[in-house]
């Protein structure tokens, strides 16, 4: 299986952004995905996470902003993104199964 993420990019702090994570394989319906987030200086953390089931769950800084969506029919997880602030500045990387398989990393940047 290989994940390849994008969508990331420079936005104005309450700005939105949609981040898409394309797997190849026919494992990605069966297990979990995840987002997390390496910010300069910082540990790797956890975002969102969405089951094979379709079950999001979210990391506290994640709540009432980001959604974690994705579809089976595509291989393809995605996180929305809105009120986006300085501090969600990070490379955002996809992960299947909590890290058994990474994508590459896409750059979020917010700032003015």
């Known amino acids: 299986v290989q994940l390849q993420a994008f969508g990331g990019g420079l936005v104005q702090p309450g700005g939105s952004l949609r981040l898409s994570c394309a797997a190849s394989?026919?494992?990605?319906?069966?297990?979990?995905m995840s987002w997390y987030r390496q910010a300069p200086g910082k540990q790797r953390e956890l975002v969102a996470t969405?089951?094979?089931?379709?079950?999001?769950s979210y990391a506290d800084s994640a709540k009432g902003r980001f959604a974690i969506s994705r579809d089976n029919a595509k291989n393809t997880v995605y996180l929305q993104m809105n009120s986006l602030k300085p501090e969600d500045t990070a490379v955002y990387y996809c992960?299947?199964?909590?890290?058994?398989?990474w994508g590459q990393g896409t750059l979020v940047t917010v700032s003015s």
């Open positions: 992960a299947l199964r909590y890290g058994f398989v």
């Open positions: 969405i089951t094979s089931g379709g079950a999001p």
């Open positions: 394989g026919s494992i990605f319906s069966k297990n979990p």
